[in-house]
């Protein structure tokens, strides 16, 4: 005799009212390691379940390739972030990417205190790969919050369509198809190797 296993249908966002502070929302996600909370600026809570092969592979190999351009650059303090990084925006969302780029500058305003936690700050550049789960149109939303916040470049990248939705400050977004896509702004000459993620997703 077979059992079937029924499970609830997953809650894939809440709010609560009232509304979390930023300290409570802070201590809520880390009281909670197997799932990643973002909110947005609404208040509502977002529960984002772990990622699977493929999308954990193609994230190490994005946040690979940024943090190997960084570390060629002169000032040394500029940082890279992964998709485990939390960051409070002005319009108070939270939002984690799957790869930032935050300068120097923006680093030495924050004190060795702060760096511990959450950190109150957009990043110049992101990157957001798309899941399997992912909307596209719920991730071109994040993408769009991402500039209204101060970012002044983002990538949404498509592993399935094998395409980059370009986000820049003031311009309309662009779709680039080609098997590299160049950084702009505080990235010029960061190049990504769009075929090595690719090849993360084929049989």
């Known amino acids: ?5 029924e499970f609830p249908k997953p809650i894939s966002s809440v709010v609560l009212d009232p509304r979390l502070t930023d300290e409570e929302f802070e201590q809520m996600s880390m009281a909670n390691e197997l799932v990643t ?3 947005t600026r609404e208040g509502a809570i977002i529960v984002n379940a772990p990622t699977g092969g493929d999308t954990s592979s193609g994230n ?5 390739q940024l943090a190997n351009w960084a570390g060629t650059r002169e000032d040394k303090k500029a940082r890279v972030f992964g998709p485990d990084a939390g960051f409070f925006l002005p319009d108070g969302s ?7 780029y935050v300068t120097a500058e923006q680093m030495r305003g924050l004190t060795k205190e702060k760096r511990r936690h959450f950190l109150y700050l957009t990043p110049v550049f992101v990157i957001e790969l798309l899941s399997a789960s992912d909307s596209l149109a719920g991730t071109k939303r994040k993408l769009e919050s991402w500039i209204a916040n101060g970012a002044q470049l983002g990538w949404l990248i498509d ?3 094998h395409n980059v939705h370009v986000y820049e400050a003031g311009q309309t977004p662009r779709l680039e ?3 590299t896509v160049a950084g702009v702004g505080p990235v010029a000459g960061f190049v990504l190797d769009l ?3 690719w090849a993360l997703y084929e049989d």
């Open 37 to 39: 909370l973002e909110r």
């Open 195 to 197: 075929s090595a993620v």
């Open 159 to 161: 592993p399935y369509k």
């Open 94 to 100: 939270m939002l984690s990417p799957d790869a930032a």
């Open 177 to 179: 198809t080609g098997s």
């Open 1 to 5: 005799m077979n059992t079937v296993l």
């Open 60 to 64: 190490i190999e994005i946040s690979r």
